[in-house]
């Protein structure tokens, strides 16, 4: 197939509605390089720093290398309830011929100091209790027999036997996340623990979402006998899943002034501009010509379907993605470009969406010279997943309610049913959705 | 192994700060046993509903089914660029012998009607546009010729082509989300496009976390050679990431009486406690034995490791799940018990944390007796992962921080490297975090 969809004639045809480049042609390229023009063409940017506070930290990246201000343990401390002891003292201690060891005090996690054990002497400690100055061992309870103030331990002790010793855990110094990684929920509790309250991270991309379209109205305003901006929500969404910072901007009339001035006040608060609808070459998609006139066209047009015309504009440095109207080919646009964008500027992470092995339960194909971006309904059988390729309606709905995942079929291939795939799934939320086989 | 360990012995030997049941049997029980007493035991009730905005649904749990107010589409409309025709007027229509047409007009999806046409009749109608009443399909502008103000159409049209019928999305009274449902991102695009703007849904449930031990203080106080009560952020965070609402409570030193005020100061305002530490057999161990005094104790004791301290009572028909002091045995507990409860009083969903497969890459073994909960560092090779056992220290917090997973390993067993197995991940988030091979 061509590489070029000539739509001189499709645009001539229809008269005084026509946009002025009625010969463009519109010329479509691989998503790959599609995704390479647009890193390429993109100021070397990076987003501002600001501090969050340890415990808000999840999902956020972090922007500095941290490190450990102190040992963890910062002393020694018992692992175990039993008696801290000099392992010296209990060398050759069997059950026929006990060592004897004085009892002499007791303590427990909250006391500031361990205390102090001479020969033959021992401590009651309960686990992470500091471990007494010259003991360097603890006897578990169950491995001692109890006489009058004194225990009778059965068998010898190695030195740090029982023992959790200062900086085992961490090493005051030692890096305990490096700059750019993500912090899960337990990483919050390192960080707390080390006393650290507060931490460097990336800001949030910022996404400002514009639908486009004389026919459509907000979700929430007069809806009567309109068709609403529901692709707005669902991006929001899929946006804040991200990690991202998004923001609805509202609907803008078929009129390219209109959307000129509603994408330049975008852009200031934005980092990255994502247009619905009127990105194609209809007489009424004027969207391209807008970005293009504010800024530059990186490509117009990818050899995928659906989602063929997705295009990339860059702005004052900053990428405007144009989604196509209909919400599976939106979504095509959105997973090619919108994701790796986001995450590009928020992370240089590479693992925003989890990917999955599925079987493929029906056969899918993909026409020669375009991709396919083929949603799925995933679901488990044992520990495994299956998949069934979803086709509906370009504007369907009820169907996209049922999918959860997506993979790409190569080119002109057919992937008969048996055959394995890396489906990504929508969002992290999906896997909730995933409904096991019984 | 026996299933008993007598701790007569262990709280007999230190004398005054014993607890007054020093000959209290310390029964384990297997963790499915634990958990079908756990819930036998629940009084049987379900939470409040509370009505939320379409676009905030995501991640809640529908409490009502939803049906269409009206169809989708509500009317016939174009599913291309093209031209409105009678379909019967094309019969026969080929190349070398076009029907043409003549354009009386031009429609667009923000026209409210969509005019009329007669014989041998035709209307542009852009993506979208409502069909025009006489029309039954549309022909796409690209098997059209323009000839002056008609077009020529070289082959037949049969009805409803390139049409999206009225209803043939959604049809009205149909249910589009069932009771119990998740509503994904594109799940609140339906919702919005049928023009649904709230809906009734399960109350998130509460959840509040109190840290018990004379040693610890809260993260964000004076924490100055003191052991901060970081697990509590922890556990908040792995609760919101399933959907609850979780409450620090703060930390209550080792006195019966004021763990008793403050469990019971939580009770109210939550439908899940959770304590962390305290739950042992050590000396200083208060948290069985007050929440039996308050309630009744459900179990306590697993024949699991790390975890087997975990225990669960029932106060005002409310669970109280007691963790263990260790991170990774709280961290047992918490998977064990706290992840079920949450998610049968919010949801009644069985998919709350992904599940996938696992190639083992290092010999994992649990004990005669006792099942092992195993802490797994998952990573990905190809579509497929690998997963590597992580020991570290029971309060070890650098090798917490590189696992993302888990797995139980079956009493006795031993599974050789090579073997697959199914890992849980700690949080959803978790996927963010694998890495792949390379």
Not at 56 to 78: F, I, K, Q, W, Y
Not at 153 to 181: C, M, W, Y
Request: aromatic share 6%; glycine share 8%.
């Amino acid at each position: 197939m061509r590489p070029f969809y000539r739509v001189s004639l499709l645009t001539r045809q229809v008269g005084s509605a026509l946009r002025q480049d009625q010969s463009r042609i519109f010329k479509l390229i691989s998503r790959a390089e599609a995704l390479k023009r647009t890193f390429a063409s993109m100021k070397e940017r990076r987003l501002e720093h600001e501090t969050v506070a340890a415990d808000e930290l999840c999902g956020r990246v972090l922007a500095e290398d941290v490190t450990a201000p102190h040992d963890v343990p910062s002393r020694n401390r018992a692992a175990m309830d039993g008696y801290a002891v000099r392992s010296q003292d209990t060398v050759g201690a069997s059950t026929s011929s006990p060592v004897r060891l004085t009892i002499t005090g007791k303590r427990f996690p909250a006391d500031r100091a361990g205390g102090k054990i001479a020969k033959a002497e021992c401590v009651y400690t309960s686990t992470g209790a500091p471990l007494p100055s010259g003991s360097d061992a603890v006897a578990q309870v169950e491995n001692t027999r109890l006489v009058g103030s004194a225990i009778e331990v059965v068998r010898p002790l190695a030195p740090h036997e029982n023992v959790s010793i200062k900086g085992e855990d961490v090493k005051q110094g030692e890096t305990v996340f490096k700059r750019g990684h993500q912090v899960p929920p337990q990483g919050i509790g390192m960080l707390l623990g080390l006393g650290i309250r507060s931490v460097k991270v990336v800001r949030k991309p910022r996404a400002s979402i514009i639908s486009v379209g004389d026919e459509l109205v907000d979700a929430y305003g007069e809806t009567q006998h309109r068709v609403v901006n529901d692709h707005a929500y669902i991006v929001r969404e899929l946006l804040r899943q991200l990690g991202a910072e998004p923001k609805i901007l509202g609907v803008v009339p078929d009129n390219p002034e209109l959307i000129k001035a509603r994408i330049s006040e975008a852009l200031p608060d934005s980092d990255i501009v994502i247009t619905i609808a009127g990105s194609s070459v209809g007489t009424k998609d004027f969207v391209p010509d807008v970005v293009a006139s504010l800024g530059k066209t990186v490509f117009h047009g990818i050899l995928v379907t659906p989602g063929k015309v997705t295009g990339v504009g860059i702005i004052d440095g900053k990428p405007v993605i144009m989604l196509p109207g209909y919400l599976m080919s939106a979504l095509a646009g959105f997973y090619f470009f919108v994701v790796p964008l986001v995450n590009f500027l928020g992370s240089e992470s590479t693992n925003w969406l989890p990917v999955v092995e599925a079987k493929l339960e029906k056969t899918a194909r993909a026409k020669h010279g375009l991709e396919r971006f083929q949603l799925l309904q995933l679901s488990k059988r044992g520990n495994s997943y299956v998949a069934t390729t979803v086709e509906g309606q370009l504007a369907g709905r009820l169907s996209l309610n049922k999918v959860n995942a997506y993979t790409i079929i190569p080119k002109g291939q057919v992937l008969k049913k048996g055959k394995h795939v890396a489906a990504t799934l929508l969002s992290p939320s999906e896997f909730r959705r995933i409904q096991t086989e019984t």
